[in-house]
């Protein structure tokens, strides 16, 4: 029952997101492409507000943080370093009857409960022996599981062999540790974050935009001291990642944390933990973190042949920093806003669905409406009032259907203040309604109020 409702709730983001003009099913007009979306005008807002929100709380408040954009094609070496290049692989199997594909160990953790990520020859032993079943024809008749590499490769004129879409933007943040270094003089510890696309060739990609072949991250490489004490900023960076979770609308209950066991980790991790929410699929990751320790800079010193080394500006010493990775991913965010925003909710005998998102990632923050779209003086005063909102605010003009139809609208897409001019305005006082959308109560402002107003609502 509860699962029913679950994906009741996912197809109800899903039109929304749709009807409303958040996210769309990419190339539709083709039939769909790969499963993959592209954000549409308020799809597109929200990810900019969180995008904004994430680079205010985590490069621009804090002292010790900066910010880089690098390229999604980097050196191909460096994916020889990572190692992803060797070992960044998912293990694919086909059914032999339908002919659909999908990606073993979530196959058979769906069907047995086991998980098996990684060991092949297990994979391909329980699919038979267990005869697990294909999701698609309901037959079990099944090729042996093999391993595909998740990077994407392509060619460029001014090299020689196969280059690579990153697979994660972590690269392009290690190989620009050197040039900070030497351009910045940041002090240990600092880190660097960036945002941006990230590229995997997933077997399936699914549960609309959980899992997509292209994708943005916002990460951060925070570089320490090999010998200072790293578990209590390990903890305060897990904590906060869970604020950022909440500060997009995520409610705690919904958070949990997943440590990875020991014998899990790669060897040179101290301890990695995923930040999962409880999505209506089942709790999935949104967030990592990680102890890497001097992995990353000694692999690319080692294949770049460069020096990553830190000199102590006090003790004169000079070592290779650990490094602890804090990794978002943007569109599970973006999943996470939606969902935790989506209300349904009675009013007298009417029902509305009403987006609400925090004040800071709402794509609209203020609509301005005349009361009547026929009614010239009505128009020119809301006019007049967008013109002034708009410069400071993401405002939306709106004349069209009935003032109902333009607040149900409105909620729907999570507006959170909807301004009204009516006759009062031209006849009276100059003053116009303002509609808030998660109280619908009303209070009358003067226009020349309405800056100072807002400015106390969002403060900004
Ligand atoms: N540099 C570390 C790293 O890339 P990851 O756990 O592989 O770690 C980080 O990815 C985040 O990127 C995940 O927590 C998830 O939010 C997001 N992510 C990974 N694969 C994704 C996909 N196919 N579609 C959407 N988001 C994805």
Partial sequence: MKKEKDNELMQKIVSLCKRRGFIFPACEIYGGFANAYSYGPYGTELKNNIKKLWWQMFVQEPEEMVGIDGPIILHPKLWEASGHTEGFNDALVDCKECKMRFRADHLIEEATGKGLEGKLE????????????CPNCGKSNWTDARFVNMMFHTEMNSYEGTVYLRPETAGAIFVEYKNIIDSIH????????QIGKAFRNEIVARNFIFRIREFEQMEIEYFIDPEVKWESMFMEWLEKQEKFAMAVGAKKDDLRRREHPKEKLSHYSKKTIDIEYNFPFGFGELFGLAHRGDFDLTQHSKFSNTKLDYLDPTTGKKFVPHVIEPTF????????????????EKVEDEERVVMKFPLEISPIKIAIFPLLKNKPQLVEKAKEVYNKLKGQYMCEFDDNGNIGKRYRRQDEIGTPFCVTVDFDTIEKDETVTVRDRDSMKQERIKIGDLMEYFKTKFNC
Avoid: C
């Fill in 122 to 133: 297990e994979m391909t032993k329980v699919l038979k022996e267990e005869k697990v079943k």
């Fill in 186 to 193: 940041p002090k240990l510890p600092f880190g660097i974050g």
């Fill in 329 to 344: 991913g943007l569109d599970r965010t973006i999943l996470v806003a939606l969902l935790a925003a989506y209300n349904e």
